[in-house]
């Protein structure tokens, strides 16, 4: 029996959508008003869901608590009042949006669970704008 | 890399559930209160999903801004402060069951998007009841 | 001790906005679309608070389930699924913007409820606008 | 044309996450403060999503109305304001975790359905914490 | 200028209405379903609502960090995940309906924030009953 | 009779806590992480809530499209996707807490409405933390 268990966790941080390739006014024509030099920010709400089979002996595809603390290490510590380009190394050289976000944070997440486990990463930017990752 | 972007909207309608070819009490038994021939109405949530690869050059599936305008445009503007049996020509002879409504959003947001891209229409009629269509 | 009790309900309707006293002309200029004569419609979401001592036997400031009933009774049933213009006696005479609903909604609701206790009004007309009203 | 319809529903019930057959220890370890032997409990809030065909005489994949109906009886009635573990039999001898519960209310409503319907159980334990079902 | 600054917090807990000196007779017919001796339980939504000056040092009212610490010692470790009337000292002896709970809430915070700032607590007992308390 | 009508908006930014006169070591142990040089930021959602008189003619307290023009003007143009500390004027010797922004947009709002009208600023800095401001 699958089932897909999912945890809510959040983390406030500025960015700027921009390529260091790219001229100003290039940036400016795609990016608009989200290419601010100055930064702008977001409160990001994530939600992790992991599908596997419910284990017979306790009930849990995962334990929530064990789920809670991979996020807090690995999302918040490293996301949370920062500023995504400057201070987030997998952002060096990676646009932030929010789709190559939820890359990102899938890549940092899939390998601490267990193989047998699928992964979906949703990213709310705001509450009207929101990304799903599955890793395919 | 095949990431699903989300965009919300919303709209507000009066409609009437009810069939033209069935006596007042047979649309009656089958829609009851739903189908009140003075009309009521809801405030719909409207959420477009496109999946699709991530765009190497922008990090973008879509610009969500294009999406913004292709929402406002076919849906907002055609839908909203409106009656939908009455105004909305796509219900002419189509009861706008949620279902329906979403069928025709659908339909009218696929042609906009590149053929590559999938996409999926999910309709709140209210914050307790919602429908889902992905085009198949 | 005062303690406010609030109980959210909700319900369904459609309207126009207009004075039947007003030109066409009038009420476009002043309604915008709210004025359309097949009218619109909305999910509106309704906070009723009532505030008062907490009764030392019960613990309870007013019964959940007798405030729950009264809303029911007086507003669930008499305007769910319902043309507010057309079918609400209240509205006959009265625009039925957001303002004159909710005080509308606190004058049925009042007279049932204890004489020391205050009521406040809160209804939603969408989950962006809404309007409070307390009988003062 | 497929389409999934939603219904959200809601109930309040005690739990405590344990086994019979291990030691306090071993419960405590596994199941932490989940596992109080004085209960803890939640405002489960309950999605339950059917997925179908829409009928062409109405528009409808399966009438709100019936589906309501059935979440009422099989699940409301059943579960609302109970302790899980004493009083639902389902849970005799069944750990209520979130999956566990997902997967017996599942259980209950399938045999309701259509058999051509597909069905899928999504709960909330807490605003943060929440599981999907579908029957796989 | 005075501000109200609000944090949100949360606890789960398992309760049941009652009085020891009432029959079981008397008790079933004023709190119903609530007086079910196996308890139920709810997914608490905490509003702590602080009102006083903006320092003009800081532009803080309250320290937020503060704040959560206090919310976090005091109601958080004390009520989460715990049998109200069995666990928590101040309901020994008395009935934790959501005013009572909002009254012990406001007695266990006030001491600790300074006398200058005024205090407010929201209590959501669901996402559809909520109680406020400002100690008058 | 007095009704209050509410309009929510929103806009993202960055920002970061600090004073220019402070030494970091101060800013940084008054203001933790939000002290972060490289900023961080927050999607505010934003109540405006204007108190007055039922239009007798129109059954608005005010028209909410005329409110709704004033937030996009005076708020939104001027905060959303920029970096309050540099971009935004008022903050220029200001800290940017939340209790201040609100401040400063009550103190633009309200020149721009009816004397009669009373103004209340509710701003979200994240759906956790939040605001109000009434201009006493």
């Known amino acids: 029996m699958k089932v897909t268990v999912s945890r809510k966790a959040h983390f406030n941080a500025a960015h700027r959508l921009f390529r260091k390739d790219w001229s100003f006014e290039k940036n400016d024509e795609i990016f ?19 599908e596997g089979d ?16 991979i996020i807090k290490t690995e999302i918040e510590d490293a996301f949370d009042h ?5 201070e987030v190394p997998e952002f060096k050289d990676l646009n932030p949006t929010a789709e190559n976000i939820a890359v990102v944070i899938y890549n940092k997440i899939k390998p601490l669970i267990d ?9 709310y930017e705001t509450p009207r704008n929101f990304v799903t990752y599955s890793g395919n």
Chains 1, 2, 3, 4, 5, 6 share one sequence.
């Open 32 to 50: 608009g008003k989200c290419n601010n030099p100055n930064f702008h920010g977001h409160n990001y709400e994530l939600i992790v869901s992991v």
């Open 115 to 123: 193989v047998s486990l699928d992964l979906v990463i949703t990213l």
């Open 82 to 86: 920062k500023n995504l380009n400057i």
């Open 54 to 69: 419910i284990d017979k002996e306790t009930g849990y595809v995962i334990d929530m608590k064990i789920l809670k603390d």
